[in-house]
């Protein structure tokens, strides 16, 4: 897993039952998560630049680092999402807790997703 500590952390809600997180990284990269699968991308452009692309495949794969492995990396990144919207009192963090605990679940085990 990357190794970098998160420094910022932006979600929203996409509608469906999804949440959306993008965020920078202590290493000059950025992610992108998806709240549903706890999908996690690496990427090499800040997508709060870039609030209307990013989320498209084409703009992720031309910025693409590398992908987490969602079983095994994913909740743990998950996890490191929360701890840092609870270090810096993120507001409304209680409408998405739900990830959070899902996160808990799924970390070290396999075969889940």
Same mark, same amino acid.
């Given at each position: ?21 993008? *965020? ?6 950025? +992610? !992108? #998560? %998806?709240?549903?699968? !706890?999908?996690?991308? /690496? /990427?090499?452009? %800040?997508?709060?630049?870039?609030? $209307? $692309?990013?989320?498209?495949? @084409?703009?992720? $794969? @031309? ?5 987490? %492995? ?6 743990? +990144? +998950?996890?490191?999402? +929360?701890?840092? !919207?609870? #270090? ?6 209680? $409408?998405?807790?739900? /990830? ?7 970390? *070290?085990?396999? *075969?889940?997703?």
């Amino acid at each position: 897993m990357n190794n970098a500590k998160i420094t910022k952390v932006e979600f929203e809600y996409t509608g469906g039952g999804i949440w959306l997180f993008y *965020g920078n990284l202590s290493d000059g990269t950025f +992610f !992108l #998560a %998806d709240g549903d699968m !706890l999908d996690v991308r /690496i /990427i090499n452009a %800040d997508p709060s630049r870039n609030e $209307e $692309e990013c989320w498209f495949a @084409e703009w992720q $794969e @031309e910025h693409l680092v590398r992908d987490l %492995d969602t079983e095994k990396e994913g909740p743990k +990144f +998950f996890k490191k999402i +929360f701890k840092w !919207l609870r #270090a810096n009192d993120a507001e409304n963090i209680s $409408e998405i807790e739900f /990830i959070e605990e899902e996160a808990k679940r799924y970390d *070290g085990k396999t *075969g889940w997703r």
